[in-house]
């Protein structure tokens, strides 16, 4: 190539497979940084960013063309920074969810415990180029974010459902942490857990219900969730974008009954954005 560039912001997002809310990818262009001392692409549908050399790293990538099948490379900036980068766009909750994102990676349940492989970056990465980008637009909500981020989600709606209860005043559960039984056997992986209260929530999308195979699945879940002594709650979209302050009522509801001594009263929250 004839100078350093690199897909950023939503478009590296994208690549990366990382989830945005609607609200951010109405955007159709395409985003490339460089280094500052190199010349901005321009073009029409793509958007120059600049980055100071200190701050610049980026990685190459595999992405496959859906219609031929073949691989190719690409060079994607790395993604913390692309977290950086999109602080100016994102909300402080979605902001949350895509460092959540970057720093899991899959879990797969083995018996009772979990077995995670490595996210695309670490805690100690995400808050490395928090501190290298302090004073820079978004510096504020980076600083807010970062100290908010959790190994452990496997979804953006996770994450929200998670910060919209902390924010209630709801203790912060465990993310995806296979439930047992009395007896210590394992159950299943549950989405959000309350271990000393034995609840748990989980969130169902729209596939829940179109898909006749994940709907049985949820029934049989839930079952087994309450032969273990376990109490689930499901949580949908309404839950989370449009009133979540029923939900969080049943959920509060659920923990005091299950021996949970709140050090205050139920704060009001808004909905979450799509």
């Keep these: 190539m004839s100078q350093p560039y690199a897909f950023s912001q939503v478009t590296a997002a994208l690549l990366y497979g990382l989830p945005l809310p609607l609200y951010a990818t109405t955007d159709a262009d395409v985003h490339v940084s460089v ?17 100071a ?41 979605d902001l949350v969810a895509l460092g959540d994102a970057i720093v899991t990676g899959r879990i797969t349940p083995v018996g009772t415990k979990t077995v995670m492989a490595p996210g695309l970056a670490t805690l100690e990465e995400l808050e490395a180029v928090r501190k290298a980008w302090a004073g820079l637009r978004g510096s504020r909500r980076r600083t807010s974010a970062v100290g908010k ?5 496997l979804s953006r709606t996770e994450s929200l459902v998670r910060l919209l209860a902390v924010r209630a005043g709801i203790p912060e559960p465990e993310l995806n942490v296979v439930t047992c039984a009395p007896d210590g056997s394992p159950v299943r992986m549950a989405d959000l857990v309350w271990l000393r209260q034995r ?18 699945g949820d029934i049989t879940k ?34 005091v009954a299950r021996g949970w001594e709140p050090e205050g009263t139920q704060r009001r929250v808004s909905p979450a954005r799509r």
């Design 35 to 51: 280094p500052a001392s190199n010349r901005q692409p321009r073009g029409r549908g793509v958007r120059g960013h600049s980055i």
């Design 53 to 93: 050399p200190e701050r610049w790293a980026f990685r190459r990538i595999l992405v496959r063309n859906y219609l031929t099948g073949d691989m190719f490379e690409l060079c994607v900036v790395e993604p913390c920074i692309l977290w950086a980068q999109l602080a100016e766009m994102l909300d402080h909750d």
């Design 222 to 255: 839930f079952e087994d969730y309450a032969d273990a002594e376990w109490h689930g709650l499901r949580v949908h979209a309404d839950d989370l974008f449009v009133d979540p302050n029923p939900f969080i009522a049943r959920l509060w509801r659920r923990l």
């Design 149 to 153: 981020v959790r190994v452990g989600a």
């Design 199 to 216: 609840v748990l929530a989980e969130y169902e999308g729209d596939n829940h219900r179109t898909s006749t195979g994940k709907f049985r």
